[in-house]
């Protein structure tokens, strides 16, 4: 156990934890904590490693090297029946012939359940998912969010030692998801085990889980808080992943600038530049309207495009960005790695 994990630790542990297929690592050297109750998010782009993780927690792949703890017990050897872990997958995985009842209580009465606690158990999850109308129908019959908390309840209704959700929502509508969002974190948190959430969606990351756990190419590059991992990032792939907009770069010599569209301003062109402030002239080249926000695309000579976030649109033609020194992150421009000091008064 890792020296940072406290004695007769109850959640999921993984401890260097690695896969390679020939010469391609999936996940590499990955060590982080879970602890129960907590929802743990794995976020990162496609082949960045987190599905290649959670396959690995659950016992579907078996890793190269390293360890996985849960409940204080090594189960890095053990099938993925003998884990007590529940997964709950994109496709749903439903039995399309059965009902919901059946695809509910199927898993039960396989494990030698008595009737009576069958029926308990059922009637208590059909409850919580709010599905006591929808017994008797069989998937085909149901919406992508209806499916979405019957694979959840054929989960809960395990009583795992831990929650494995790979991008349950992706198949839902943005309007959809967004209205399950609360409703999936206030249940899952409810159970009190630990929960491991895959996605490449930073919205739901942040809406969701306690801590994210932002990967690259198998590696781990920054765990932490949403609030922590958008104004602290370690580097400038953690900074461009999270935001949106996304972070406006800027290059400079050996370094680059980070800024982000919040924090930039909009002046008349050739304005004075207040003491603390650096500026760049440009031109508006196009906006995009967000009900009360409006994104501001700038056209500036040598840049890209940098984007500015605002209440008001400016006006055509010919302008002044700006931003205070203190605001600005700064990255070394080759490695990518996160400048001490900078970005330190971020505004709350």
Same mark, same amino acid.
């Given at each position: 156990?890792?020296?940072?994990?406290?004695?007769?630790?109850?959640?999921?542990?993984?401890?260097?934890?690695?896969?390679?297929?020939?010469?391609?690592?999936?996940?590499?050297?990955?060590?982080?904590?879970?602890?129960?109750?907590?929802?743990?998010?794995?976020?990162?782009?496609?082949?960045?490693?987190?599905?290649?993780?959670?396959?690995?927690?659950?016992?579907?792949?078996?890793?190269?090297?390293?360890?996985?703890?849960?409940?204080?017990?090594?189960?890095?050897?053990?099938?993925?029946?003998?884990?007590?872990?529940?997964?709950?997958?994109?496709?749903?995985?439903?039995?399309?012939?059965?009902?919901?009842?059946?695809?509910?209580?199927?898993?039960?009465?396989?494990?030698?359940?008595?009737?009576?606690?069958?029926?308990?158990?059922?009637?208590?999850?059909?409850?919580?998912?709010?599905?006591?109308?929808?017994?008797?129908?069989?998937?085909?019959?149901?919406?992508?969010?209806?499916?979405?908390?019957?694979?959840?309840?054929?989960?809960?209704?395990?009583?795992?030692?831990?929650?494995?959700?790979? =991008?349950?929502?992706?198949?839902?509508?943005? *309007? #959809? $998801?967004?209205?399950?969002?609360?409703? @999936? &974190?206030?249940?899952? %948190? +409810?159970?009190?085990?630990?929960?491991?959430?895959?996605?490449?969606?930073?919205?739901?990351?942040?809406?969701?889980?306690?801590?994210?756990?932002?990967?690259?190419?198998?590696?781990?590059?920054?765990?932490?808080?949403?609030?922590?991992?958008?104004?602290?990032?370690?580097?400038?792939?953690?900074?461009?992943?999270?935001?949106?907009?996304?972070?406006?770069?800027?290059?400079?010599?050996?370094?680059?600038?980070?800024?982000?569209?919040?924090?930039?301003?909009?002046?008349?062109?050739?304005?004075?530049?207040?003491?603390?402030?650096?500026?760049?002239?440009?031109?508006?080249?196009?906006?995009?309207?967000?009900?009360?926000?409006?994104?501001?695309?700038?056209?500036?000579?040598?840049?890209?495009?940098?984007?500015?976030?605002?209440? =008001?649109?400016?006006?055509?033609?010919?302008? *002044? #960005? $700006?931003?205070?020194?203190?605001?600005? @992150? &700064?990255?070394?421009? %080759? +490695?990518?790695?996160?400048?001490?000091?900078?970005?330190?008064?971020?505004?709350?």
């Amino acid at each position: 156990m890792s020296s940072s994990t406290p004695a007769g630790f109850m959640g999921l542990e993984l401890c260097a934890l690695s896969r390679q297929v020939g010469s391609h690592t999936l996940v590499d050297q990955l060590s982080l904590q879970v602890a129960p109750g907590e929802i743990l998010a794995l976020l990162g782009p496609s082949g960045c490693g987190k599905s290649s993780t959670l396959r690995l927690i659950a016992g579907l792949d078996r890793a190269s090297s390293g360890e996985i703890r849960l409940g204080g017990r090594v189960i890095t050897a053990l099938a993925p029946a003998e884990r007590q872990v529940a997964m709950v997958f994109q496709s749903y995985a439903l039995f399309p012939h059965l009902s919901v009842e059946r695809n509910l209580s199927l898993g039960m009465e396989l494990r030698g359940l008595a009737k009576a606690e069958i029926q308990h158990q059922l009637e208590q999850v059909l409850a919580l998912m709010q599905l006591e109308g929808l017994r008797q129908r069989k998937p085909a019959e149901l919406s992508g969010g209806q499916r979405q908390r019957v694979a959840l309840a054929r989960a809960l209704i395990r009583r795992p030692a831990l929650f494995l959700l790979d =991008e349950p929502m992706s198949n839902l509508d943005a *309007q #959809l $998801r967004d209205n399950l969002r609360a409703e @999936l &974190r206030t249940l899952l %948190r +409810s159970t009190g085990v630990p929960v491991v959430y895959v996605t490449h969606d930073q919205h739901e990351a942040m809406g969701l889980a306690d801590r994210i756990a932002v990967l690259r190419e198998g590696r781990l590059q920054q765990l932490g808080t949403a609030e922590t991992l958008y104004r602290d990032p370690t580097n400038r792939f953690v900074a461009r992943f999270l935001g949106s907009p996304s972070i406006n770069l800027i290059e400079r010599g050996e370094e680059q600038l980070g800024l982000r569209p919040e924090l930039l301003e909009l002046a008349e062109a050739g304005s004075p530049v207040p003491q603390g402030w650096e500026a760049l002239e440009g031109e508006l080249s196009h906006r995009e309207w967000l009900g009360d926000r409006v994104i501001s695309h700038v056209h500036c000579p040598g840049q890209a495009s940098l984007k500015v976030l605002s209440r =008001e649109a400016p006006a055509d033609g010919a302008l *002044q #960005l $700006r931003w205070r020194q203190a605001h600005a @992150l &700064r990255f070394e421009a %080759r +490695s990518g790695k996160r400048l001490p000091g900078s970005g330190a008064a971020h505004p709350s």
